[in-house]
């Protein structure tokens, strides 16, 4: 019980708040239906680990440094309240060093929810009008397999049979969101006689 309520104040425990985001893809309603579930956060890395991606370690580093501001902002509440230059001091200053587990494994939302609509949003726009562009633009024919279940079985299916007479390319392994699509369309060479899309 008490190992699982220190858990929170481990110097991991940013981290480990990076990769419940990650592991639910970036997406508030699971990612705080696993934080509100938890009761040992020293528990939660044990199959993987976080994977340093460019959005993992942005977040990381907004995460370290608002606990750092958080606890520097309750250590001088409390150092002005012990002194006796500002009312109740001591108990805002508290709350705020012990709050910071609940306060930042909340507001890790917040860092993740804007870097998606200024930098992951935009970025996708262009990656999907840059695939549009390239994929109308392509001579050869373009089979899109989609369906609940058996796409990708499908799909090399497709592939195994038509190579054998043609030049043939589909998007790798079970890719088929539309940024996926946009790298495999970047990597085209426009002399193909048939694409095949998952």
């Not at 549009?132 to 079985?153: D, E, L, M, P, W």
């Not at 390319?169 to 060479?189: C, G, I, M």
Request: hydrophobic share 50%.
């Amino acid at each position: 019980m008490i190992g699982a309520l220190l858990s929170v104040y481990r110097p991991s425990f940013p981290r480990v708040l990076v990769y419940m985001l990650q592991s639910t893809e970036y997406h508030a309603k699971p990612y705080l239906s696993w934080l509100w579930r938890t009761q040992n956060f020293s528990l939660v890395m044990q199959r993987r680990t976080l994977d340093p991606t460019k959005a993992a370690r942005m977040l990381l580093l907004a995460l370290r440094v608002g606990i750092a501001v958080q606890i520097a902002a309750g250590v001088s509440l409390l150092v002005l309240g012990l002194s006796g230059q500002v009312f109740a001091g001591v108990p805002f200053g508290l709350a705020l060093i012990f709050g910071y587990p609940v306060v930042w494994g909340h507001l890790a939302v917040l860092p993740m929810e804007l870097g998606r609509l200024l930098i992951s949003r935009p970025a996708e726009r262009r990656l999907i009008a840059e695939s549009r562009r390239i994929f109308a633009n392509h001579q050869g024919i373009k089979i899109a397999v989609a369906g609940s279940y058996g796409k990708t079985s499908m799909k090399e299916l497709l592939l195994t049979v038509l190579s054998e007479g043609l030049d043939v390319a589909a998007t790798p392994a079970n890719k088929n969101v539309s940024s996926s699509h946009a790298y495999f369309a970047r990597k085209l060479s426009g002399k193909e006689d048939v694409l095949i899309i998952e």
